[in-house]
């Protein structure tokens, strides 16, 4: 099957920087759209930030110009750099990615289990 698996989370003091990747694993015939997503304490999960394969980018508002999403496709990896962090970006943020794999017609939604950012002093 198919695994996304994230990494670079941790603890940032405010206006630090952190860089995330996902790695997509599995018997991939290929990967269209990729996405971050983050979920703080009592809130719901929404969107950060969205790549297509050929490179088109969507930002949250609450991001842009500080958030710069960016894939490798020979790599199926997807990184988020996070730059001027504040303490509203904690959250676990959780990679999204539209995965064909061998053998299947239909391309389905995967996520991987989740990174912890914290912003704090």
Known sequence: QVQLVESGGGLVQPGGSLRLSCAASGSILSISAMGWYRQAPGKQRELVASITRSGTTNYADSV????????????????????????????????????????QIRTNNYWGQGTQVTVSS
């Open 64 to 103: 842009k110009g500080r958030f710069t999403i960016s894939r490798d496709n020979a790599k199926n990896t997807v990184y988020l750099q996070m730059d001027s962090l504040k303490p509203e970006d904690t959250a676990v943020y959780y990679c999204n990615a539209d995965i064909r794999v061998v053998g």
